[in-house]
Each structure stands twice: as C-alpha cells, then as structure tokens.
Antibody
Framework: EVQLVESGGDLVKPGRSLRLSCTAS????????LSWFRQAPGKGLEWVGL??????????EYAASVKGRFNISRDDSKSIAYLQMNSLKTEDTAVYYC?????????????WGQGTLVTVSS | DIQMTQSPSTLSASVGDRVTVTCRAS??????LAWYRQTPGKAPKLLIY???SLESGVPSRFSGSGSGTEFTLTISSLQPDDFATYYC?????????FGGGTKVEIK
C-alpha cells in the first residue's frame, strides 16, 4: 500500500526556519517525482514545488511565492523527501501536503499524505 | 501563470442528483487537467486526469470532459461521500494552478 506521511509541522515565529519531512512506503521511491502543496486555513490548494526523480536529473521547480526561501530535496536511500522552509512569513501558515506524481511523468498527483500543519505567528 | 476559474463556488444538491462543475482556463491547456475531491480534514483525492480519464478505483459515476479552456466534471448520481469540495488543476505548464474549488452541499 502506498503511503506518504508528513511530519515536522510546528508553530514558529516569522523569519524562522522549519524542515518538513515526507516519509514514503509501498512503492519504489526513487522512480517518482514528489511535490509539495499547501492549503491555508479555509482556503484552496496551492502548489509549492516539485522534485523530479534522479532519472530526470532530480531537478526542482518552485512557486514564485516560495522561490528563494524554500528548498525541496530527497534521500532516495531513506525514501524521504524534505521541504526546507526559511524566512517564514505569516502567509506561509497552512497544512502542507506531500504528494506523489503519477508515473506517467505528467504533473498530476495520485497519492497524497495526510498533511502537517505549519503555523507562522509571533 | 494560467488562471483556473471554477463555477459555481457552491452547489446544493440531493443524493441521486446529477451534478456538473465547470472549470475554465485563462489560456488553452489542451487536455492537461485533473480533478480532485476533498472532504473536510482530509487530503485531496485524484478523480480524473487528462480531462476525461478516470483514475483507477474511482467510481464510474464520475466523468470529465472538455479541452482547450473549458472543462466539466459530472457526477451522474450524487452519493453521500460526494458532499465535498472539488478542485480542478492544470498541468499544462508551471506553476501548477488550481481552481478556487466548488463545494457540493446537501440541499
């Protein structure tokens, strides 16, 4: 069974950093691209960024709202993806979801984690 | 960036009703569109990809259509699990963008 479990969400002050983890199981992690999405309280879904598999260079893409502040990485030996969030702002408050991109390599997402809450507040 | 606009934002319906949600893109996205369902407190679930392809395991009461800039999601006979919020997502180009959501409520 495919599972994605996010962890690391917390209450942090503006300007601080936080790292989220996404631990995967039930599939060959290294074969898939992973993406992070977020959902502010009571709001819609927003794409944060993506990391491709090593086969496709392990390259990353980011939304403009987080580019330069957030970094996505992966450790295929541990089946974990990370979202390093720096210079956090109050508007980064959201539930963050880790998702697996479909094997077709098109950017739709067939498995989602349960999410982890990040609250940025002084 | 490609803007995605869903309508209506809220829809009231009863079990057994046929329901249609519309999603419009600000420019052509060919058929690079997915639909998701999200129930409160849960992660989104993929229903449809490539505008009209049903994800494995998704009931056949869900169907999608459209191409270019206009798309629809149809639920042929609404079930209790379907009272949820539905989102369209374009994957024609980065940044990936979503519609604002359509909440299907119990009438």
């Amino acid at each position: 069974e495919v599972q994605l479990v996010e962890s690391g969400g917390d209450l942090v002050k503006p300007g601080r950093s936080l790292r989220l983890s996404c631990t995967a199981s039930g599939f060959t992690f290294g074969d898939y691209a992973l993406s992070w999405f977020r959902q502010a309280p009571g709001k819609g879904l927003e794409w944060v960024g993506l990391i491709r598999s090593k086969t496709y260079g392990g390259t990353t893409e980011y939304a403009a709202s987080v580019k330069g502040r957030f970094n996505i990485s992966r450790d295929d030996s541990k089946s974990i993806a990370y979202l390093q969030m720096n210079s956090l702002k109050t508007e980064d408050t959201a539930v963050y979801y880790c998702c697996r991109r479909d094997y077709s390599n098109y950017d739709y997402f067939d498995y989602w984690g349960q999410g982890t809450l990040v609250t940025v507040s002084s | 960036d490609i803007q995605m606009t869903q309508s209506p934002s809220t829809l009231s319906a009863s079990v057994g009703d046929r329901v249609t949600v519309t999603c419009r893109a600000s420019q052509s996205i060919s058929s690079w569109l997915a639909w998701y369902r999200q129930t409160p407190g849960k992660a989104p679930k993929l229903l449809i990809y490539k505008a009209s392809s049903l994800e494995s395991g998704v009931p056949s009461r869900f169907s999608g259509s459209g191409s270019g800039t206009e798309f629809t999601l149809t639920i042929s006979s609404l079930q209790p699990d379907d009272f949820a919020t539905y989102y369209c997502q374009q994957y024609n180009s980065h940044p990936l963008t979503f519609g604002g959501g359509t909440k299907v409520e119990i009438k």
